[in-house]
């Protein structure tokens, strides 16, 4: 199956630790989008990439990191620089210029 | 910077009515826009796209309509039916930018 996986579902953080969220596709796009949601809201661009060994900062990229060192993936690593890290975080992909795919979605929860 | 907006954060409709959820946008170089159904705990999947040359396309259940003029975007969903309820993002692309979502606006369907 073609698609967009996304891993962990589910992970739990303690404060200070660095997590990384898995994303990859096998969909040969060559854009790569991760979004932070909070509850009851939109989603906020975090970084993004169109092409590999390059990426770009979003609205809210402080307390992030990526990196993109393969076209099927774009690993997100949530620094304990990020003051508020408790979200659902979605990896998306796409052709350039077209409608973006998204993943299932991994939910993060500092404790 | 340029943001795209819902007018109505909730909406209720009886099973079997249509739907009307409204989107507008500010940037008139706008040039594609996206409707996004997102159920709870999910990704956003993808439900129809419209360009804007374009003012209107129809799918299965589901119209776009593009008003250029006033910047303004609608999805209409006939014959509204229970699995229809979901949170709907309208979305706005710029050439080979990322796509801008608004907050959402969450569809109940009243059985």
């Known amino acids: 199956d073609g698609g967009i996986t996304q891993s962990p579902k589910y992970l739990f953080r303690k404060e200070g630790q660095n997590v990384t969220l898995s994303c990859e596709q096998n969909?040969?796009?060559?854009?790569m989008y991760w979004y932070r949601q909070d509850p009851g809201q939109g989603l906020r661009l975090i970084y993004y990439?169109?092409?590999?060994?390059?990426?770009q900062k979003g609205d809210i990229a402080e307390g992030y990191s990526v990196s993109r060192e393969k076209k099927e993936s774009f690993p997100l690593t949530v620094t304990s620089a990020q003051k508020n890290p408790t979200a659902f975080y979605l990896c998306?992909?796409?052709?350039?210029?077209?409608?973006?795919?998204f993943g299932p979605g991994t939910r993060l929860t500092v404790l | 910077g340029e943001s795209v907006g819902l007018h109505l954060p909730t909406l209720s409709v009886q099973e079997g009515d249509n739907s009307i959820i409204n989107c507008a946008y500010s940037?008139?170089?706008?040039?594609?826009f996206i409707w996004y159904k997102q159920e709870s705990g999910k990704g956003p999947q993808f439900i129809i796209d419209?360009?804007?040359?374009?003012d209107k396309r129809q799918g299965q259940r589901v119209t776009v309509l593009l008003n250029k003029t006033v910047k303004h975007l609608s999805l209409q969903i006939a014959a509204t039916q229970p699995g229809d309820s979901a949170v709907y993002f309208c979305?706005?692309?710029?050439?080979?930018?990322?796509?801008?979502f608004g907050k959402g606006t969450r569809l109940s369907v009243i059985a």
């Open positions: 998306a992909s796409s052709r350039r210029g077209d409608e973006q795919f």
């Open positions: 969909l040969n796009h060559d854009a």
């Open positions: 990439s169109q092409i590999v060994n390059d990426f």
């Open positions: 940037n008139s170089a706008s040039d594609y």
């Open positions: 419209i360009r804007s040359n374009m």
């Open positions: 979305a706005d692309g710029r050439g080979n930018t990322p796509l801008v």
